[in-house]
């Protein structure tokens, strides 16, 4: 299993960034894929799920309303979507799947301020 993030980058309060994660080494249709994200000095927190045909999706109170979970079965990627951040989300992205235990990507770095 295999996840790589990409898209992170650097942001001023209200911008909007969308995150990509590229799955491979499983039938990524069959899983639900999700998003988490840890801030320097605090736990690791679910962002956003994704149902296998992207039809059912939750999210996190903080972020609800501005980003948005996405996948495209064909090309095996998850996204999200964030509009109108905050310095508040600023932390490290993770992809995830659980397949009999947790699988996470490498993480990629946002940064929101101003």
């Known amino acids: 299993v295999q996840l790589v993030e990409s898209g992170g980058g650097s942001v001023q309060p209200g911008g909007s960034l969308r995150l990509s994660c590229a799955a491979a080494?499983?039938?990524?249709?069959?899983?639900?894929m999700k998003w988490y994200r840890q801030a320097p000095g605090k736990e690791r927190e679910l962002v956003a799920s994704?149902?296998?045909?992207?039809?059912?999706?939750n999210y996190a109170d903080a972020v609800k309303g501005r980003f948005t979970i996405s996948r495209d079965n064909a090309k095996n990627t998850v996204y999200l979507l964030m509009n109108s951040l905050k310095p508040e989300d600023t932390a490290v992205y993770y992809c995830?799947?659980?397949?009999?235990?947790?699988?996470w990507g490498q993480g990629t770095q946002v940064t929101v301020s101003s």
């Open positions: 995830n799947v659980r397949i009999r235990m947790e699988y």
């Open positions: 080494g499983f039938t990524f249709s069959g899983y639900y």
């Open positions: 994704i149902s296998y045909t992207g039809q059912s999706t």
